[in-house]
């Protein structure tokens, strides 16, 4: 489960997120929408264990986020939780292949899995034709298929996906929602997602707003 307890964080003394408080439990699949500039990303980062609170507790199964030591924390990065980044942050100087598969080599799962999950994943998401191809040869949503599928080989407990069918086109956006309903329901995955779109909102069980600094 996790827990967000009244949540404050402002940037050079102008308040963003306002008192959030918020329970997620495993499996469950959220999304978050607002506008531009609201907080979700900042909501996001505080969630998944990258950016401190000004107050409040992050608590993931009972454990304070920010009050773990430096080996629990990377631990944690390594195996829990999978990051589609608003920017997709791939690596340049890896080929697509060795950027799906540099996490999951430093995680717990076992080699055999993370072949399969990379195979079930690169053809399912449709870039099993780009993976000895560089990010920067990639088109904008060929990133962001790689960056969903780099999030997703090792299998995380949590997944966080910042807008993550914003540069694909209604038929890629659709293999996304589907894979990401069918991995909620099969592996229990927790998910939570970023999204201006309302038919990506509705993918989700839940659907909460980010509004003056506080989820509604
Ligand atoms: N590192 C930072 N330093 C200063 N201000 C920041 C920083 N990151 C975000 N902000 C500010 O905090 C506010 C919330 O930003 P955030 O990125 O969380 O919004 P968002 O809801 O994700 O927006 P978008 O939908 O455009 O991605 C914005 O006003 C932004 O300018
Ligand atoms: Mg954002």
Not at 111 to 140: H, M, W
Not at 167 to 183: F, Q, T, Y
Request: net charge negative; hydrophobic share 40%.
């Amino acid at each position: 489960m996790l827990q967000l307890e009244n949540i404050e964080k402002g940037y050079n003394g102008e308040p963003v997120l306002r008192g959030i408080t918020l329970t997620i439990n495993d499996g469950e699949y959220l999304s978050v929408m607002g506008r531009s500039g609201s907080g979700k990303t900042t909501l996001l980062n505080i969630l998944g264990g990258f950016l401190p609170p000004e107050s409040g507790r992050v608590l993931w199964d009972g454990k304070d986020v920010y009050a773990m030591t430096d080996a629990e924390t990377a631990y944690a990065r390594c195996n829990k939780v999978g990051y589609v980044f608003q920017g997709f942050k791939l690596i340049n100087t890896l080929s697509v292949a060795d950027n799906i598969l540099l996490p999951a080599s430093l995680s717990d799962l076992d080699d055999t899995r993370v072949r399969a999950n990379f195979q079930e994943l690169t053809r399912e998401l449709c870039i099993d034709t780009l993976l000895e191809k560089y990010p920067d040869q990639l088109s904008g949503g060929q990133c962001q298929r790689a960056a969903i599928c780099r999030a997703l080989c090792f299998e995380p407990s949590l997944l966080i996906l910042d807008e993550p069918t914003g540069a694909l086109d209604v038929e890629n956006e659709k293999r996304v929602m589907v894979l990401l309903r069918r991995i909620n329901q099969e592996k229990k995955m927790t998910m939570v997602q970023v999204t201006h779109s309302d038919a990506v909102a509705r993918n989700a069980g839940r659907v909460l707003t980010m509004s003056d600094g506080v989820l509604v």
